[in-house]
């Protein structure tokens, strides 16, 4: 079983047998058949160990052809976008400022249901100061260390609570649109997310604006997922816990810093890690129409 050897608790193995279909008796069949699927990939480059492997499995649900798929857009996308994949270096001082501004953060602990709640401060940045480019880096960088250090959050999901105080039609307009259609191709189709909803809160005028932005982009069940909480923190605390938020959003888990300190720290920890991740992306010779044994990526349904 998954917890005799990773820790994870009964009810999260529960999940991962009886929503995700993992199988302990074919799990390490499904890992290495995923394993040379990519070894015979000409220029993927892609990561083959275990971890990375099962991790998505789990997040495709164990459907071979949708985790080949994601893993064939997420490195064809480190390979095509390097303004986000490439200098990844924790000890960065550029990165390092945006991480301990608390744009984004995972939690301590989880919900009600076992989830990692992420939490964002959309309206936190300078555009004149911070590139939208390296925002997204540094968020992926989270997203990677959390995936690095917690296996229970590609089981039983994320949630995402955001609170938009400070967000301006200047930080808007800062957000190139072919950005951001490339920044949720890889968030969506590549990385091995099971989002199960987004909250928001505080949301300024300009929020409209952000959401109109990111809306034609978004799969229609997650805009059936999101709920807004206007400056309702009482509203927001039914969905995230008190004791899982900062102590500025009425919470008891230390202050943000603290929590962005704590992200940053783990990131040190995993450097070697990212500086060695630098050689896994597709190449730029890379015939993307033999992208999948099963038929191009492009026509499958990653819903």
């Not at 555009?127 to 997204?136: G, T, V, Y």
């Not at 920044?183 to 997310?193: C, E, I, S």
């Not at 099971?194 to 805009?223: G, I």
Request: some cysteine.
């Amino acid at each position: 079983m998954p917890g005799a050897e990773n820790g994870l608790s009964p009810e999260v193995e529960r999940v991962a047998r009886e929503e995700l279909g993992e199988d302990p008796v074919s799990r390490e069949n499904d890992i290495e058949t995923v394993r040379q699927w990519l070894v015979r990939q000409p220029g993927l480059n892609a990561r083959t160990d275990r971890t990375t492997i099962l991790r998505y499995l789990r997040g495709c649900k164990f459907s071979l052809e949708k985790t080949k798929t994601k893993m064939e857009v997420y490195y064809t996308s480190k390979g095509a976008n390097p303004d986000m994949f490439q200098g990844r270096d924790p000890l960065d001082p550029n990165l390092r400022s945006i991480i301990k501004l608390g744009l984004m953060v995972p939690l301590p602990g989880y919900d009600a249901q076992g989830r990692k709640v992420i939490f964002g401060r959309l309206g936190g940045w300078d555009p004149s100061k911070q590139r939208p480019e390296d925002l997204f880096k540094a968020a992926g960088m989270l997203f990677d260390v959390l995936f690095l250090d917690d296996e229970q959050t590609t089981i039983m999901g994320i949630v995402q609570a955001n609170d938009m105080t400070g967000l301006t039609l200047n930080h808007v307009a800062s957000l190139p649109l072919p950005l951001i259609k490339r920044v949720l191709k890889t968030w969506q189709n590549g990385y091995p997310l099971r989002p199960k909803s987004v909250h928001y809160v505080h949301t300024p005028s300009a929020f409209d604006a952000l959401f109109n932005l990111f809306k034609p982009f978004m799969r229609e069940k997650m805009k059936k997922r999101i709920h807004i909480h206007g400056n309702n923190l009482e509203s927001l605390h039914k969905s995230v816990p008190r004791e899982m938020l900062p102590q500025e959003y009425g919470g008891t888990a230390g202050t943000l810093a603290s929590i962005a300190e704590y992200w940053l720290r783990r990131m040190e920890h995993h450097r070697d890690w990212f500086l060695e991740d630098e050689k896994y992306r597709a190449d730029s010779k890379r015939n993307r129409s033999q992208a999948n044994e099963g038929g191009s990526f492009r026509k499958l349904n990653l819903d």
